[in-house]
Nanobody
Framework: QVQLVESGGGLVQPGGSLRLSCAASGSIFSLLTMGWYRQAPGKQRDLVAT???????NYADSVKGRFTISRDNAKNTVYLQMNILKPEDTAVYYC?????????????WGQGTQVTISS
């Protein structure tokens, strides 16, 4: 079993910054692709950014140049540095990781952390 614990959400003013963290624990052979998604009220869950174990990144157009995804493999943790935040970035942010376990590769979701951008 794998547990994901997210942290770092909160309320900030437009133009501000936040850093989200997602730490994985459990019987993990290796963490593969790690990513962040977000879901605003009444909308579908959308990709924000992903980062492969090899270091390849993928960002939603709406966050390019403002958000940076990174990971610390030694800590089994993925981060999302969010700068120049806008009200439209308000959403619940979820991390998703693909994990190699003894029985194969599985994906897991975090519990979500609320990010609110408002003055």
């Amino acid at each position: 079993q794998v547990q994901l614990v997210e942290s770092g959400g909160g309320l900030v003013q437009p133009g501000g910054s936040l850093r989200l963290s997602c730490a994985a624990s459990g019987s993990i052979f290796s963490l593969l692709t790690m990513g962040w998604y977000r879901q605003a009220p009444g909308k579908q869950r959308d990709l924000v950014a992903t980062l492969s174990r090899a270091g390849s990144t993928n960002y939603a157009d709406s966050v390019k140049g403002r958000f940076t995804i990174s990971r610390d493999n030694a800590k089994n943790t993925v981060y999302l540095q969010m700068n120049i935040l806008k009200p439209e970035d308000t959403a619940v942010y979820y991390c998703k990781v693909f994990v190699r376990l003894d029985k194969g590769v599985f994906d897991f979701w975090g519990q979500g952390t609320q990010v609110t951008i408002s003055s």
